[in-house]
Each structure stands twice: as structure tokens, then as C-alpha cells.
């Protein structure tokens, strides 16, 4: 999260030393198991959910995302007003792509105030791509999508290489050839990305990808018909541990993906197509960089051998 802070809004979120802080408390709760029935209503049924008042996601948690994604935006215009210099992060990027030059009084795209000249050229008239209220929408997806993410890979990662302690060597003798960590050197190392690769494969960060059928289409050869306008909800944990695609779909084998022999879309943790993950690629450059810097220093083990604990707290 404090990533995704610093590298999408250029905020210091610094939820290691600040865990009850509130935009961490509040994904917490988006995130929590408390809204699971609303969630799977609201995907599976939304006319049902709806007319049972179900939301997919806590309300007043959206709603504190939404007035900080807001406040964010805002005082970025403001600021670009009195400086020449801009960030180069997605809080500018949106900016740039702003619609309406009329919800906070000047051009978004030129960072300036507009001249009476220019409203009357424009008449007001939309410039951009997205409108203000888009890029709200989309500054708080990034919030939600950007939490925990990429930090549960990690940890799956360093569980996986602990249980296979001879792919965490391999790892290591790779990183040990690397004179420094950059995005342009780690996107190199095969096996550290294999590794990645695999993790996701076994251990994909999102349960289920809602899509919407936009037209009639016949399933493969199985004269099945999928209508039009069908929900359809996809499990990428099955898709990845299918042995129809996988050999040895349970196994944790990084080598698999040195000549890949499985079909594109048999391997899905970012989605795919048009909805496709848009942090797909700083995901991958966080966590290579993240685990590059672990495993060329330190050496993980299991606390404990692996298994279930059962019992209750009363």
C-alpha cells in the first residue's frame, strides 16, 4: 500500500509504522470476509442485490476513498497552478486525461487557468477522455486493486521457495550474477521471473473476474451457446490447476515457464483482454525488484512443518 501511495498519488501512507491509519483501516474493510454475501449477490444476482439494497463493496469505505481520491486530484491542480514542474505519476497522468475543463475552473491538460477567450472557443466542451468523475472512479479502483495484491504474491512466493529449498538456491546463484536491481535488469532474470510466474500460476491474488457475455458465442466445439448479456464469472485458481493445461498442476515448478506450452489465456492472474490489469506491469516490476532484494541477502525456512491447525477460540 505504501507503494502504491508513493508511486501512483505521491503520498506517504507509511502503514508499517501507522497500521490503524485510516485509508488502511478502511481497505481492511472493504477487503474484510463481512462483505461476502453482499459481494457474491451483487456479481452472481445485481438485480437481486440491488433491490435488497447490497452493495458490493462498504459504503462509507468507498465513500472515504472517494473524497480522498478527490482531495488528492484537487489540491494537485491547485499546486500545478504555481509551478512549471510536474510529477510524473498517475495522479498527473489522469489530470492529463480530464474531459471537463470546467469542474475546477481551468484546463486540466495545461495546468493553467483557461482565458475568457479560450472558454468561448471551447464553449465549455469536453477535451479530453475521462470526465472528473471517471477519474475518481478510477483513483479509487487503483486503491482497492493496488492492496494486498502484490504482497500476498510475495509472501506465496517465499512460502513456495521455502518448501523448495533447491529453486531458492537456483535463485540465489542467479541473483548473485546481478551487480545492482533495477527494472531494466531483473525484467532478465529468468528464473526470477519464472518463479513469479509460478506463484501466480498456484496462488492468483484475485478469486474470481466478473465479465459480461456482449454477444451470442458457441463454446469450442461443445454446441454450447453462451446468450448474450450472460454473467459470466471466471476462476482463475481452477483454470491454473488444470491438468488439461498443466502437468503436474499442484507442483510448484519454475521451469515450466522457460518454453511455456500452454494456451494464453489457460494462465489469467491479471485477466485479460480489454479489462486486463492496467498495473499488470508495475505489479511485476515491484515484485521482482521486492523479492531480487530478499532472496539475494537472506535465507528463508518454515518456522513450522506446513499443515492444518483445527480447533476454535472461544
Not at 484475485?206 to 451470442?216: I, M, S
Not at 506491469?281 to 535465507?299: G, Q
Request: aromatic share 12%.
Amino acid at each position: 500500500m505504501d507503494v502504491v501511495g508513493a508511486s501512483f498519488y505521491g503520498i506517504n501512507i507509511d502503514s508499517l509504522n501507522n497500521p490503524d491509519q485510516p485509508i488502511e483501516r478502511y481497505l481492511k474493510r472493504i477487503f474484510s470476509g463481512n462483505g461476502t454475501f453482499s459481494q457474491a449477490m451483487s456479481s452472481m444476482a445485481p438485480t437481486v442485490a440491488k433491490w435488497l439494497g447490497l452493495e458490493f463493496f462498504d459504503t462509507e469505505s468507498t465513500a472515504y476513498l472517494d473524497a480522498l481520491t478527490d482531495r488528492i486530484l484537487r489540491e494537485r491542480k491547485h499546486n500545478n497552478k504555481y509551478t512549471n514542474s510536474r510529477r510524473t505519476d498517475f495522479v498527473q497522468l489522469m489530470i492529463d486525461s480530464e474531459k471537463s475543463n470546467r469542474d475546477l475552473g481551468y484546463n486540466s491538460s495545461s495546468d493553467i487557468d483557461p482565458t475568457p477567450e479560450e472558454e468561448s472557443q471551447t464553449g465549455g466542451q469536453p477535451k479530453g477522455t475521462l470526465t472528473y468523475g471517471e477519474l475518481i472512479a478510477h483513483g479509487m479502483s487503483l486503491f482497492v486493486a493496488g492492496y494486498d495484491t502484490a504482497s500476498s504474491t510475495m509472501i506465496h512466493s517465499i512460502f513456495y521457495l521455502s518448501t523448495n529449498m533447491d529453486c531458492q538456491t537456483r535463485l540465489f546463484e542467479e541473483l548473485s550474477t546481478c551487480n545492482e536491481f533495477t527494472n531494466d535488469t531483473t525484467m532478465y532474470l529468468k528464473y526470477l521471473n519464472a518463479v513469479i510466474h509460478e506463484t501466480l500460476r498456484l496462488a492468483p491474488p484475485l478469486t474470481l473476474y466478473h465479465r459480461v457475455c456482449r454477444q451470442d458465442y458457441k463454446l469450442g466445439d461443445t454446441g454450447i451457446i453462451i446468450p448474450k448479456g450472460t454473467n459470466v464469472e471466471i476462476f482463475p485458481y481452477a483454470l491454473h490447476r488444470d491438468p488439461d493445461y498443466w502437468p503436474n498442476p499442484d507442483d510448484f515448478i519454475p521451469d515450466r515457464w522457460f518454453e511455456p506450452t500452454h494456451t494464453p489465456y489457460a494462465y489469467i492472474p491479471f485477466g485479460g483482454g480489454p479489462r486486463v490489469c492496467l498495473g499488470q506491469r508495475f505489479a511485476m516490476n515491484e515484485m521482482r525488484m521486492c523479492l531480487a532484494k530478499l532472496f539475494s541477502k537472506y535465507e528463508f525456512t518454515l518456522a513450522q512443518p506446513p499443515g492444518l491447525i483445527y480447533g476454535y477460540n472461544v
